[in-house]
């Protein structure tokens, strides 16, 4: 109950402080969601692209066999990119999340130091300002996806357009899809060489896509939930040590 009436006027009081990591958490999960997007993008055009070349022989792929190859290689390296794009933002994300997590509570020593005097434990520092940050942490996951929800559709054009931009090699093969034109030689399919090069994403997958992200969200909220309490563990226990020997925690 203390911590229900306590944690609400610490971020009021700080309320600069907490508003800077309210939008660097917003920054950080917005990136997240971002690049989630365009992996599960990738994913489901490699995968459906995959299925509908089941649909032809081997001598059918063959005589296509250059376009074809050069097209799953675009789709495999441009997930790749993505993929690796999204790893190097979680070891950003953690590593700023560590300095931001040090430095603010050297900033707030002082309040420490105060609640040591009232005989608070180091767990219960711990705690309080763990909550405080997974607090901020939390508004920002509930911004974020509500405006996944309320922007759903140009959200998904944006990401579109993005992907599109990465697939710039397969830009010639798109101006001229009679590349592919062998494949379809004496075969009917639901499909043709356009929506090969051109895949459309309808509002069911869109939903599934997003579903999927929510999904794996919070691989991106313990990458900053983990460090901020594990920082702030630390932090304590060196003040709460400087304190017992009577040293000033400043």
Known sequence: MFFLKSIPANIHYYWRQSLAIYLLDCLFLGLATIILGLIRLERHNLTQLKSQLANFTAEEKFAADHPLKTLLHSNQTVLERYQTAYLLLMIVGIIATVIISWLAFKILARDIETFFSANWTRTKVTLYYGLTALCLLFFAVVTISLLLLVANQP???????????????LQAMQKAPKTLNPLFKNHLTDFSSHSLLNPTLHNSVK?????????????????????????GGLQVSRFKKKYLRGESVC
């Not at 997003?210 to 460090?227: D, H, K, R």
């Open 207 to 231: 939903q599934t896509l997003t579903n999927q992200i929510f999904g794996q969200l919070w691989q991106a909220i313990i990458s900053l939930a983990a460090p901020i309490l594990m920082i």
């Open 155 to 169: 959200f998904w054009r944006g990401l579109e357009a993005i992907n599109h931009y990465w697939h710039r090699p």
